[in-house]
Nanobody, 115 residues
Framework: QVQLVESGGGLVQAGGSLRLSCAAS????????VGWYRQAPGNQRELVAS???????NYADSVKGRFTISRDSAKNTVYLQMISLKPEDTAVYYC?????????WGQGTQVTVSS
């Protein structure tokens, strides 16, 4: 059973930065893609950023230029560097790994941006 553990969330003021980590229990190269999603209260879960096994990245328009997704295969970890945070970035952030037949989710980490 693949496990994903997110960390790095917290409370930060607007304009601040955070780096989220998603540590996988398996090698990252077994996943087609790993993505960061977020869900704010009352909203649907949405894709924030993703990175493929070949390193191609994709970002939601709302975070382009502020968030950067990266991976460290040696550590089986995917990161989400977030800068210039805004109150509307407040949400629970989840990591999702896309396997060949099944997808895996982490438990989420709370990010709160105060104005």
């Amino acid at each position: 059973q693949v496990q994903l553990v997110e960390s790095g969330g917290g409370l930060v003021q607007a304009g601040g930065s955070l780096r989220l980590s998603c540590a996988a229990s398996e090698r990252l190269d077994i996943f087609n893609r790993v993505g960061w999603y977020r869900q704010a209260p009352g909203n649907q879960r949405e894709l924030v950023a993703s990175i493929t096994s070949s390193g191609s990245t994709n970002y939601a328009d709302s975070v382009k230029g502020r968030f950067t997704i990266s991976r460290d295969s040696a550590k089986n970890t995917v990161y989400l560097q977030m800068i210039s945070l805004k109150p509307e970035d407040t949400a629970v952030y989840y990591c999702k790994a896309h396997g060949i037949y099944i997808n895996y989710w982490g438990q989420g980490t709370q990010v709160t941006v105060s104005s």
